[in-house]
């Protein structure tokens, strides 16, 4: 008898602070959060409808972003 195919469970990316993410890149928090609002890709915020906005980051997304030429600062 066969037996299915097991696939491995799929590794998420754990979600970064701003403190972590801005360090990551190598800028100010202040910066990295300028850029979120406006709209850098790799920058989730938690409740969208929140007029103050706590922003999370995937480090992967934002490294890519920077990659393709985005302007830091």
Sequence with gaps: ???PS???PVQLE???SADEAARFVS???REL???ARRG???AYPLDPTRKRKTW???LSELAA???SGIKIA
Excluded: N, Q, S
């Design 40 to 42: 850098v890709r790799g």
């Design 65 to 67: 972003a920077i990659k």
């Design 14 to 16: 754990p979600f970064v």
């Design 33 to 35: 959060l300028a850029m």
């Design 6 to 8: 097991i696939d491995p």
């Design 56 to 58: 999370v980051f995937l």
């Design 27 to 29: 800028v100010t928090r």
């Design 1 to 3: 008898m066969e037996h």
